[in-house]
């Protein structure tokens, strides 16, 4: 009244409704420390806020991010509604900039590219205001996005995450991410190493879900020299009644397995287990590739082109696989040239499963066509991709 301000003013300088700031202004609400400091910086008085009233919301935040890091989606999005409405109040708050990284991690794990872009533009703007904690959150989910795009810039944004990681959950999740992009790079030693490092550490944090996913990458690192061991690991925990597996975390042991027994050359053996597990299993664009590889090698072309036209591939490593594989079946006398493209322009998003299977189909290309020097070239980088030579 003192300084003539309306009510309906006041309130929208605050972000509030006018009912709720009468209910204030009665002594009928209890407004948080944050709506009080907006009130007294909009009537222009001295206001400091305990910052003791932050750490329920924050530690709501960190079991936001740590639900939608650890794949326990479904939680997460319980939460996110709730979140999204209150956030307005934190704005001008400490925790902002949680509230920004918090769902910028959700954004990517939900796979929303718009409104990742939009939260990454804006914490780049801010950077300089991370603490440690943040800093390390921000580099990993960075790394996680970048995996499928430019691993250069992945495996820069993953090492300053355990550069600067403050816990062993968050090195963890580092070093799980960082063998899977020294995976798809090929070095192999490097991605045990990493892989290793990161089960211990999530077996300190207690952290079974992503601890079955390091054994599977371990697995899939020792499927490229052996078969006995990998295949029993991946085998036990799909049999195993005692871990309560996910729909999709069954389909990526499954499709490891598979790709064991392919490596291999034990194609029944695959497709044995493709029939045992499928139906507990979901379905994806890898598991029905497969299926088309296993009728392609055992000679049932026909089959292969039906399985092929029937399904709609929804990812484009998965399309220019079928592409091949209808070029092979087709027995297309330009398919090298074919494979080499999608080789140069595939280093990124292709994996050392899908690498490994382009240059065999062009070594038997080239041995088909007589073509040795070429094909001593691409053994030559075969061997180079199984021994993960630096």
Known sequence: MDQAIKLTALAYQCHISASYLSQIETGKAQPDPQILQLLAKALDLDYTIDQAWLIPAKQKLE???????????????????????????YLN???????????????LMTKNLRQMVQQKHLLISVQDRFDEAQSAL????????????????????????????????????????TSLLYSKKGKILLAREHCDAASRLFTQANCYPF???CHIQSAAILSLQEFDRPAAI????????????????RSAILCTLCWCCVNHR???????????FADVSD??????????????????????????????????????????????????PHRDKLLITLL???????????????????????????????????????????????
Not at 234 to 241: C, D, F, G, P, Y
């Open 63 to 89: 079991h936001f991010v740590r639900n939608a890091l650890l794949l326990d989606l479904e939680a997460a999005q319980k939460q996110a509604p709730a979140l999204r409405r209150i956030r307005k109040r």
């Open 93 to 107: 708050s400490p925790l902002a900039l949680d509230y920004h990284l918090a769902f910028f991690v959700y954004a």
């Open 138 to 177: 921000f580099e990993l989910v960075c790394g996680i996005s970048a995996l499928k795009q430019d691993l250069s810039e992945a495996e820069t944004h993953f090492k300053q995450c355990l550069k600067r990681n403050p816990t062993s959950l968050m090195g963890a999740l580092g070093h799980y991410y």
């Open 211 to 213: 601890l079955i996913f």
């Open 234 to 249: 991946l085998t036990s925990i799909l049999e195993s009644k005692m871990l309560n597996l996910t729909p999709e975390m």
């Open 266 to 276: 034990h194609y029944e053996k695959a497709g044995a287990f493709l029939s045992r």
């Open 283 to 332: 379905s994806n664009d890898e598991m029905d590739f497969l299926r088309c590889f296993l009728h392609y090698k055992t000679g049932n072309i026909a089959s292969m082109k039906r399985l092929a036209s029937a399904k709609e591939f929804r990812s484009q490593p998965f399309q220019d696989l079928m592409r091949v594989m209808n070029a092979v079946g087709d027995q297309d």
């Open 344 to 390: 140069k322009h595939g280093r990124s998003c292709l994996d050392l499963n899908q690498k490994r299977f382009y240059l065999t189909l062009l070594i038997n290309y080239y041995d088909e066509k007589h073509k040795y020097v070429k094909k001593s070239q691409c053994l030559q980088r075969l061997a180079e991709l199984l021994q993960g030579w630096e």
